[in-house]
Every structure is written in C-alpha cells, then in structure tokens.
C-alpha cells in the first residue's frame, strides 16, 4: 500500500535552530507532496506543495522543501525556527487524484 | 467567507448511540473529505466526494455513512457508536483541477469521545 513515513514524531528545538522534518513515501510513480502544519488549537493550513518543476519549493513562513526523487524524501526546512513554528506538521502524498494520505505527523516544540 | 466549519466543536457519546457531523463550505468547491485523526496514526480518509449527490470510500469507512445532497454541505453519520471511534475528525473541501497538486482547505475539528 502507498505510504508517507515521517520518522521524528517529536522535536524540540530552540530559537534560530535551524530545523530539518523527514518525509519519505512509497510511491512508485508521479506524486505531488504537501507539507500542513497544525497551529495549536487550529486546522490544518498548506505550508507548500510540490508537483512538478523545481525540486526546491519555498512556502509561506519561511519554510522550504526539496523533493529528491532517488531517495523517495521530502524533507522540510528552516534555517532559524522561532516559537511561533511551536505546531505539529503532517507531510502528505497525492495518492490518486486529488486523495491524500497522510505521514502520522512531527510535534515540533520550539523553546524560547 | 468562513471556508470551511464543522458542527458541533465537541460531542460525547455513549456506545450505541447515533450522531451526525456537519460540514459546510462556502467555496464553491466540489470535492469534500471526511477525515479522522488518532494520536500516533496522522490523518486517515474515511469518505469523500466529488460533486453533490455522489459519495466514495475512503481508507477507513467501516461504522460511518456519508451524504452530499447540497454541493456545499457533506454530513458524517455514525448509526452506532463505538469506543473505536473516539477521535478528532475533520472536514476539508478543494476545487476540482484540471491537474492534481490541488489544495485541500481544512475545518476546525470536531471532538467526538464515546464511552
């Protein structure tokens, strides 16, 4: 069965650490990648998506992604996280059209 | 425009009793989700929709029947609750693409607890 993998279920970090989140998947063939994040008490918004083109993707808050095909990997990135990144963030995979499937998620804890 | 809601926020059941949930969207969109997050497991699909009168199967869809008789509206039916079904779920909606890659808007949630 198609999967999306997210190894760091927890993270904590301080301020202006730079912060790298894990996703792996298991398709085979074309796949789009999302990252959402989860603000506490909040719903799920798009951080970034990729589809096609560039393999670096740059989202909103200054977050990026890089899609390496070889490796099956869509890892987040941010060179300085700040408490406000306190959220947890869920990688997903377009599985079949417009049908997402969801890693279990990464708690991330930033301290002040 | 409020995008995506859920109603109730909350709800406690027993075991054997029914509820609907309640998801609307004001954006025109034609594709809805039901879904449902447990700690540890990420979200998981349990029926969706794309366009007013049709519904489909997700990952999870055993104990909940769905309906779409209004484009904007999508409702969640447990006929028999079960403990199983303690969760967080949540609605989204996305515009039908011509391409995939298409955004999902998320609602707020809905705490369902069955004792």
């Known amino acids: 069965a198609q999967s999306v993998s997210q190894h760091n279920h927890h993270v904590i970090l301080s301020e202006a650490a730079s912060l790298e989140l894990g996703c792996n998947y298991s398709?085979?063939?074309?796949?789009?990648l999302f990252w959402y994040v989860q603000y506490p008490g909040q719903h799920l918004q798009l951080l970034l998506k990729?589809?096609?083109?560039?393999?670096l993707v740059k989202g909103i808050k200054g977050f990026e992604a890089e899609f390496i095909k070889s490796k099956f990997s869509f890892n987040l990135r941010k060179p300085s996280v700040q408490w406000s990144d306190t959220a947890e963030y869920f990688c997903?995979?377009?599985?079949?059209?417009?049908?997402?499937?969801f890693g279990t998620g990464t708690r991330l804890l930033v301290s002040p | 425009n409020a995008g995506v809601t859920q109603t109730p926020k909350f709800r406690v059941l027993k075991t054997g009793q029914s509820m609907t949930l309640l998801c609307a969207q004001d954006?025109?969109?034609?594709?809805m989700y039901w879904y449902r997050q447990d700690p540890g497991m990420g979200l998981r699909l349990i029926h969706y929709?794309?366009?007013?009168?049709?519904?489909a199967k997700g990952e999870v869809p055993d104990g909940y029947n769905v309906s779409r008789l209004k484009k904007q509206n999508f409702l969640l039916g447990l006929e028999s609750a079960a403990p199983s079904q303690t969760s967080v779920y949540f609605c989204?909606?996305?515009?039908?693409?011509?391409?995939?890659?298409?955004?999902?808007?998320f609602g707020p949630g809905t705490r369902l607890t069955v004792l």
């Open positions: 989204a909606s996305s515009h039908r693409g011509v391409a995939p890659g298409n955004e999902q808007f």
């Open positions: 954006m025109n969109h034609e594709y």
């Open positions: 398709y085979g063939g074309t796949v789009n």
């Open positions: 929709s794309v366009g007013e009168g049709t519904t």
């Open positions: 997903a995979a377009e599985s079949s059209f417009q049908k997402l499937v």
């Open positions: 990729y589809f096609s083109g560039d393999p």
